[in-house]
């Protein structure tokens, strides 16, 4: 039996970097600090898992590796504007390798930001964003803001490892040095956490955000989005009041009507509370390493998504190039998904179009888009399967371990086949 430790779990962007997994005759037999999302991915790591497929009569047949990697080689060589997506569950070199071989057959390359928190890095990009890492939250936060996410459900264990109960360096009584306060359009499980629960109206969220910081600014304010002016007042006096103050904020702000936006005057607000005090706003990242697909994209081609290389050269531009509406408009010929599953998040017509056009996966499990693809290639579960480096939601890098052998490629060697064959 081997017990290893400080393992990176490879599920959300919270990246715990304190489990433990026992190994016994190759085989991972239990966990120890892994919330139940990360405990059962890493046991039934087995389970559901792709072979080499090909569509042959309209039906996936399994075929020997070589071959599988040869039709998909075939399709992305003569594909004229294809599309390479996904990323977000994958290691920072297969990243790398994707990018390279976007550059090498002229395709459009984009991550699964385009559909998150694309709208976070325009807004970021448009009047710049005041960060910290989770460790300055743990040390230092007395007001923790949740604001359209649900982090009790969605990233488990981050109120206890970093924003709510743990003791830290200036919050040595933990969840008592801390005022949490939730803003969602409905109550949910994160607002049992909070100390105020604000319900603000769907789609309203900029206006709220506007008017507290109208508030900040010592204004008169009136009722906005569903929220008395008494509350706003009192959230804008404990934002002010505070030593340490986070916005965490999801995709109830990104995906919201304001998109972009809202973001933008959810930074602005932080730059005026910076005027009273230390505040700062950081997005909830789902993927365990989508923010690398970002921080990849970014030093390699100097934008964070949505990337074509048809010109030779890297063009930016979301919504032109971002793989949703590629796809919505028909315009690419072939694409090649990788750690992601487009066909469950993307709009029916996006996904028809990937349908009707030929689709290479690559992917540890079944998905639902390799259910319509013409070449899917197994890879191995990064993290569990494979080493390789991941950034958390604030941007730092982990590596991730390998634990279990497998008979499967990682992403990594598959892509440096496919641009060897391509070569070739
Ligand atoms: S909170 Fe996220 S990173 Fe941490 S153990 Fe759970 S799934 Fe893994």
């Known amino acids: 039996m081997t017990v290893y430790k400080n393992v990176v779990c490879p599920f959300c962007g919270c990246l715990c ?115 910290c890492t989770l460790g300055e939250v743990k040390n230092r936060a007395d007001l923790v803001i949740f604001w359209g996410c649900n982090p009790a459900e969605a990233h488990i264990r981050h109120p206890t490892r970093y924003s709510v109960t743990p003791k830290g360096l200036f919050t040595q009584e933990g969840k008592k040095n ?39 600014k010592g204004y008169e304010v009136g009722d906005v989005a569903g929220v008395p002016s008494k509350t706003i007042r009192e959230l804008a006096e404990k934002m002010k009041e505070c030593k340490f103050g986070v916005i965490y904020f999801g995709l109830g702000l990104t995906m919201s009507s304001g998109r972009h936006m809202n973001v933008d005057v959810a930074l602005r607000l932080v730059r005026d509370l910076n005027d009273h005090t230390k505040f700062t706003i950081n997005p909830m990242r789902g993927h365990f390493n ?30 032109e190039f971002s793989a949703v509406d590629l796809l919505a408009r028909g315009e690419c010929d072939a694409a090649l998904v990788i750690a992601s599953d487009p066909v469950a998040h993307f709009s029916a017509q996006a996904s028809k179009h990937l349908a009707r056009i030929p689709t290479i996966v690559i992917d540890p499990k079944i998905s639902a888009t390799s259910l319509l693809a013409e ?24 590596r991730l371990k390998k634990v279990v052998d497998s008979d499967f490629l990682p992403d990594r060697e598959i892509l440096e086949k496919i641009i060897e064959g391509l070569r070739a």
Request: aromatic share 6%; with cysteine.
């Open 17 to 131: 970097d304190d489990l433990e997994v026992v190994v016994e005759e190759g085989r991972i037999t239990d966990t120890k600090n892994a919330c139940a999302v990360s405990r059962s991915k890493f046991l039934n790591h087995a389970k559901d898992r792709a072979k080499p497929y090909l569509r042959k009569n309209g039906q996936l047949t399994e075929v020997a590796l070589g071959e599988a990697l040869e039709r998909a080689v075939g399709i992305l060589k003569r594909a004229d504007f294809p599309l390479i997506y996904g990323l977000s569950s994958t290691e920072t070199d297969a990243q790398r390798l994707a990018i390279e071989l976007a550059e090498m057959i002229g395709a459009s390359i984009d991550n699964t930001s385009s559909v998150c928190h694309g709208p976070t890095i325009l807004a970021a990009q448009d009047c710049g964003a005041v960060k």
């Open 178 to 216: 801390r005022t949490i306060v939730h803003v969602d359009v409905r109550e949910t499980k994160t607002s049992r956490m909070a100390d105020l629960f604000v319900k603000v109206k769907p789609g309203r969220d900029y206006e709220l955000l506007s008017t507290l910081r109208t508030a900040v």
């Open 290 to 319: 989508v923010t690398g697909a970002n921080d990849v994209m970014t030093w390699t081609t100097g934008y964070p998504y949505s990337v074509n290389f048809s010109r030779g050269y890297p063009n930016y531009n979301p919504g």
């Open 375 to 398: 070449v899917v290639i197994p890879s191995a579960l990064v993290g569990i399967e494979c080493d390789g480096t991941a950034y958390r939601m604030d941007g730092v890098p982990l």
